[in-house]
């Protein structure tokens, strides 16, 4: 005689709910994984000396793209919207650093992280 594996609904915990709940918490740390490596600051790029650099420019526009969208490498189907978007607004923020004006003393780049620096050491003091 085999075995039975009819078991009344009672025996059973709900085994339906435990795996939605595994699928969920997998789902939320697989998006948490993501935004852990795909989001950095997005530095100020006006009123440096020297000023920023079109690489530079660029690599906020494509973390800027990046954030919005929620890829952090886009698939075929989107690659080409997601290039145009980088480079829309790359475009764009190299107008915008071209046009703006102050009367304040441009910013030393190395004075600026080395301030950056202080305030984060202060913030994640244990």
Same mark, same amino acid.
């Given at each position: 005689m085999g %075995?039975?594996? #009819? %078991?009344? /609904? +009672?025996e059973i915990?709900?085994?339906? +709910?435990? *795996?939605r709940s595994a699928t969920r918490i997998r789902s939320?740390?697989? /998006?948490s994984y993501t935004l852990q490596c795909?989001? %950095?600051n997005i530095r100020t790029l006006y009123n440096f000396d020297p000023p920023a650099t079109e690489e530079e420019i660029r690599s906020a526009a494509l973390q800027y793209v990046r954030k919005i969208s929620g890829f952090n490498k886009? +698939? %075929?189907?989107?690659?080409? &919207?997601?290039n145009r978007a980088v480079e829309a607004? /790359?475009? &764009? +923020?190299?107008?915008?650093? &071209? #046009? *703006?004006e102050t009367t304040a003393p441009t910013k030393n780049r190395e004075v600026e992280s080395a301030k950056a620096k202080a305030r984060? &050491?202060?913030r994640f003091a244990a």
């Open positions: %075995r039975s594996y #009819d %078991r009344s /609904a +009672s915990p709900e085994l339906g +709910s435990i *795996l939320l740390l697989a /998006a795909m989001c %950095r886009p +698939s %075929r189907a989107n690659e080409e &919207a997601f607004v /790359a475009h &764009a +923020s190299w107008h915008l650093l &071209a #046009d *703006l984060a &050491a202060q």
